[in-house]
């Protein structure tokens, strides 16, 4: 062990938005101020209105390569490769990010490897078919071959992590079904000193995040439509413009927002809709922070976030009807909630809670104190 400070690196896999993932990223850069940053590929106008702005990202040769910032998916079968040239043999502890390729650095024995999963990667393991339903025939041809490929060299990879962190019970059990892997969790952190508790409302349900299949805004406003009720969308993605298509006049597709738009809405809403299964979900907790309820889709991490009947409501059949059934035992009043408790439970998340426990499992798992 190196008696000198330990030496880290943080290897993420790709920096093209500011999400979850990169909320996550944003925690480890500043518990591990002096740690290098690694990723495959990054946006330089994210990058310079994130936390990330005076920090210098190092990139594997992905960066460069014609238009990858926008096209950075299109690259993904050379991810592997790129990953595997970067030189990390001069540091102590290696962390790294994934939901995306990032864990299949090679490492001398020397070096400890931790890698914080978000998730085993959806397109390749247990998502593939769904994407591939929805992919163009061209996208189809190609997809076959290539994640057959990333399948094996993901599984493989696995192999080269000394110590893994999942960010909800949900996940692990998925690093176990596809890596046969152990993992500890640790659920991402929020910052509770961000938010404020506001008990009133405006009587409008809120969506906030990526307008993605899998994430089911669509489901969520053909719902609304339903009930007449005020729904407001906020967020962009390959399902946008369909969402702007079916929503009806009481439903508000507002698109990208800043973050302090978003903490606003967060502030205003009634309640927050999560339609999606999600590995974790750090929305639900932003929402819960403010002191508002949130109704989720009985599965994934909203499991382990949202507590039926304390802090939302959870629905049990993916639909339309079953997000209504659960929607109008609020409306009817059927169920109550107290915004400060929701609140007290959201500061159980707090980032004072992640990183003690991060340096913890670092310090027990490798010796090293960083």
Request: glycine share 6%.
């Amino acid at each position: 062990m190196n008696a000198l400070k330990p030496r880290i690196a943080i290897v993420h896999y790709w920096i093209t938005s500011w999400r979850g993932g990169e909320k996550v990223l944003e925690a480890l850069a500043a518990l591990f101020p002096d740690a290098d940053i690694y990723t495959n590929v990054y946006d330089p106008a994210v990058v310079a209105a994130s936390p990330l702005a005076n920090r210098e990202i190092r990139t594997t040769f992905i960066h460069r390569l014609p238009f990858a910032k926008r096209l950075y998916q299109k690259y993904l079968p050379l991810m592997p490769i790129a990953l595997e040239q970067l030189d990390l043999s001069g540091y102590d502890l290696v962390i790294s990010t994934e939901s995306g390729p990032a864990k299949g650095v090679v490492l001398p024995p020397e070096v400890a490897h931790v890698c914080y999963c978000f998730t085993p990667m959806r397109y390749v393991w247990d998502m593939y078919h769904d994407y591939l339903a929805h992919a163009g025939w061209f996208t189809r041809l190609m997809m076959r071959p290539m994640i057959h490929y990333l399948r094996m060299w993901d599984r493989l990879s696995a192999d080269r992590v000394d110590h893994f962190l999942a960010d909800s019970a949900f996940v692990a059990k998925r690093i176990n079904k596809f890596y046969r892997r152990d993992a500890e969790v640790l659920y991402p952190p929020i910052e509770i000193d961000e938010f404020t508790l506001a008990p009133e409302h405006e009587g409008f349900y809120l969506i906030v995040g990526a307008l993605v299949r899998y994430k089911k805004a669509d489901l969520a406003v053909r719902a609304f439509n339903q009930l007449g009720l005020p729904l407001v969308v906020v967020g962009d993605g390959e399902l946008l413009n369909e969402i702007k298509a079916i929503a009806g006049p009481n439903v508000k597709v507002l698109g990208r927002r800043s973050r302090a738009e978003i903490l606003d809405h967060y502030r205003r809403c009634k309640a927050l809709l999560f339609p999606g299964i999600e590995d974790f979900g750090i929305v639900p907790l932003e929402a819960m922070a403010t002191g508002k309820p949130v109704i989720a889709f009985g599965r994934g991490g909203a499991l382990e976030t949202v507590i039926d009947g304390v802090t939302g409501l959870h629905f049990h059949q993916q639909t339309e009807a079953g997000l209504i059934e659960a929607v109008q035992r609020i409306e009817h009043g059927a169920v109550s909630f107290d915004a400060a408790t929701i609140r007290t439970h959201a500061a159980t998340f707090d980032i004072t809670h992640f990183n003690a426990n991060l340096l913890r499992f670092i310090r027990d798992k490798t010796g090293l104190i960083v």
